[in-house]
């Protein structure tokens, strides 16, 4: 899977050259991120971190991920409406993991007070890697489905022309041509905007919910400018004003600083460490409104690695999406093998095979934001302490997708510049807006390349481990 350029990885002064280029053409495209040592304050910024060089994709691959991404999206929204099936794929999980048993109870309070939202919004980010076989072929393989604060849609759209000018310096300007065109944060807005023009009240916001640290504020911005590009106004709220300020009136409309509020984006919310008793209230009081929540409680538990691994279960896909064969193959054709560790003669089998080769496999808890998953030697210790007790329902099993590295030049701030043996991971995104029962928007809305060295196991680029990258197809 090698791109038209092995030839320039091996001519250091060029890449020298290129490489000042590429971090210059970042600052000026606005591929950026606040730093560590200032995370609230853009008066210091750097760039963010990316590939000196487009990754080589298989075009077949890439085809595929798009091609599947409505279905993904009809999936999520029909999970999300099911009940009965998040109540018993749930059962084990929300014994043992406290936070998905927090959401899930919040969900269920919602539920039995009668829904107050009429319109549904899912952004999603659907994560793939490129499985070597044994013969050398690749296949697509889903990681994970993203169902709150998938990001870098804003950014990844600023680092196609910065490989483009890149590829031109390096003499290779017939190859910057073939990037693909690629804005995400078009997409999601679009998805946004859609919501908040159904929710049919003018003068109301769209509010984004935001962290208390917030270093990948730029990322944000890209969608909120395109909002403010179709005078929809955009509001920055934390979980903390929610609670001192957020109030519900007639109807359960919600109200922040007396501004009615149409849609809720969450970019926070994601991870136990987001919530404080205060948080879980303002939490509560958000689900409870009108308001269009993105996710709605529901479609953030859609997205629980629990879940992910109920959908491989033979007849399962079929019950929640019936009548749509079609789209069934397509989606299971993305599933790596998954594997429950519920109590039970299963579990005990499965468990017991995973600490006999613990490198065939990824053991996964409930969680969203990168570098969460364990492997190898830490996967072995983790599954013999807890093979015999109710704790090991709280992660799932995955077999290990093992890709094809590449070389490339990972471009940080501050780090000298050196090659590495690198695997990239592909995300699409996917929008979808309903009303009621009837499905308004769907679509695929742009991807995601991230790239890491192979010695990193786990983490995206907020977690400092992946960088930005741009596929080039072959």
Known sequence: ????????????????????????????????????????????????????????VPRTLFEQAYAVQQDFNLLVDAISQNKEFLERTLASTIKVDDFTARLFRIYMQVLEEGLAQSVFLGINRSDYMFDCGVDGTAALKQIEINTIAASFGGLTARTLPVHQRVLKVLGKSKEASQLLPNNPSKGLALGIAKAWELYGSPSAVVMFLVEQVQRNIFDQRCVENELWNRNIR?????????????????????????????????????????????????????????????????TQLAGT?????????????????PGRAEAVARIRAT????????????????????????????????????????????????????????????????????????????????????????????????????????????????????????????????????????????
């Open 1 to 56: 899977m090698a791109a038209p350029w092995e030839d320039v990885l091996r001519d250091t002064s060029a890449i020298r050259e290129a490489a000042a280029v590429a971090v210059d053409a970042a600052l000026l495209e606005g591929v950026l991120m606040r730093t560590e040592g200032e995370p609230n304050a853009s008066d210091v910024v750097n760039f963010a971190p990316f590939t000196l060089l487009p990754s080589a």
């Open 234 to 298: 955009v509001v920055r709220r934390r979980f903390r004003d929610v609670f001192e300020k957020g109030s519900l009136g007639e109807g359960r409309r919600l109200y922040m600083d007396g501004q009615e509020v149409a849609v809720v984006y969450y970019r926070e919310g994601y991870v136990p460490k987001n919530y404080d008793q205060q948080n879980w209230e303002a939490r509560l009081l958000l689900e409870r409104s009108r308001a269009v929540k993105c996710p709605d409680i529901a």
């Open 305 to 321: 690695k629990k879940v992910q691994q109920e959908l491989s279960r033979p007849g399962t896909l079929e019950s929640l999406l």
């Open 335 to 474: 599933f790596a093998g998954l594997y429950s560790l519920d109590m039970g003669a299963e579990g005990d089998q499965i468990a017991a095979t995973a600490i006999a080769d613990p490198n065939r496999f990824v053991l996964k808890p409930q969680r969203e934001g990168g570098g969460n998953n364990l492997y190898g030697e830490e996967l072995r210790q983790v599954l013999e302490k807890i093979r015999d007790s109710p704790e090991r329902t709280s992660y799932i099993l995955m077999d290990k997708i093992k890709p094809q590295p590449a070389l490339n030049y990972l471009l940080r701030a501050h780090s000298p510049l050196r090659v590495s043996e690198c695997i990239s991971e592909l995300g699409i995104f996917g929008v979808y807006v309903r009303q009621g029962k009837e499905m308004v928007m769907n679509r695929a809305a742009g991807h995601l390349l991230r790239t890491k060295a192979i010695e990193h196991a786990d983490g995206g680029v907020a977690a400092g481990v992946a960088v930005l990258d741009t596929p080039y197809l072959v």
